[in-house]
C-alpha cells in the first residue's frame, strides 16, 4: 500500500469482535434463564436491529421490560466486550506501526460509537496510530453511503485517490470504491456482508464467493493480517 492516508474499519477489520455480536443474542438469552434458544429464532434476528430482537425475545420468552430497555442491556453487554476481552486480530499492530513508521496518516471510521472505540483501542495499544476516530453515528450515515469515509478525508486533508479504505464487509468496499478511494479488502472469516447459511458447504460456496466479488473491487488482494507485507 503506498498511499499517504488510511481509513480503517474496526469491528473485523482491526479487531475480532464479529463472533461476539454473533453470540451476543445466546449469551443474553443464557443470563436471563433461556438455554440453547431454538435456532429459528437466532434466525430470525439476523436482519433485525438490536430493538426488533429485544421484542422478539420479549414475546418469545416472556422477558421483562420494553424492547428498548432489553436492547440496552444488550448493548451493555457488548459494551463490556469491548471494554475487556475483544482482542486485535493477529498481525495488526505490526502493520499499523509499519505504516505509521512510513509516515502514512490514519484514523478510523466505524458503526461502533466513539466512546467504544476510543475505550478498546487504547487497551490494545493502538489507538496512539490513529489521528482521530469517526462513528458513523457522528456523521449521521452507514456505510451504504460515502459520508463516514468523506468526512475522514476532509479532516486530514486528503483526496480519496491518495487513500486507502480497509474493509472487511463488501458493501462497504463497494462504496468506498464508488467514491474513488482505493481499497483493501481485509480477511475476517465471520463473512459479515453476507447471509450466512447454516448449510457447511453452502457457507463455503458464498464465502468464496464474497470474497471473489470484492476481489474485483479491490486495487489489493484480500488482505489477511498474518501474512501481511
Excluded at 487504547?122 to 489507538?127: E, F, N, P, Q
Aim: charged share 30%; with cysteine; net charge negative.
Amino acid at each position: 500500500m503506498n498511499k499517504k492516508y488510511a481509513i480503517f474499519d474496526m469491528d473485523g477489520t482491526l479487531v475480532d469482535s464479529m463472533g461476539y455480536w454473533k453470540r451476543l443474542a445466546g449469551e443474553y438469552l443464557e443470563t436471563h434463564g433461556v438455554l440453547n434458544p431454538p435456532k429459528d429464532i437466532l434466525e430470525k434476528i439476523k436482519p433485525m436491529t438490536m430493538t426488533e430482537s429485544a421484542a422478539l425475545f420479549i414475546h418469545e420468552f416472556g422477558l421483562q421490560g420494553t424492547p428498548e430497555q432489553v436492547a440496552d442491556d444488550m448493548n451493555a453487554m457488548m459494551d463490556e466486550h469491548y471494554r475487556s476481552d475483544i482482542p486485535l486480530k493477529a498481525g495488526v499492530k505490526e502493520y499499523l506501526t509499519r505504516l505509521r513508521d512510513r509516515g502514512v496518516r490514519m484514523c478510523v471510521a466505524s458503526a461502533t460509537a466513539e466512546l467504544l472505540m476510543e475505550a478498546c483501542l487504547s487497551r490494545l495499544g493502538v489507538r496512539e496510530d490513529f489521528e482521530f476516530l469517526l462513528s458513523c453515528e457522528t456523521v449521521g450515515a452507514g456505510k451504504r453511503q460515502p459520508d463516514v469515509y468523506l468526512e475522514s478525508i476532509r479532516r486530514m486533508g486528503a483526496e480519496p485517490s491518495e487513500t486507502a479504505v480497509y474493509e472487511d464487509a463488501l458493501y462497504a468496499a463497494q462504496t468506498a470504491k464508488e467514491a474513488g478511494f482505493y481499497v483493501v479488502g481485509v480477511y475476517d472469516g465471520s463473512v459479515t456482508y453476507c447471509h450466512e447459511p447454516d448449510d457447511q458447504e453452502e457457507r463455503d460456496r458464498m464465502w468464496n464467493e464474497c470474497w471473489e466479488q470484492l476481489k474485483q473491487l479491490t486495487d489489493e488482494s484480500i488482505l489477511d493480517w498474518k501474512t501481511a507485507e
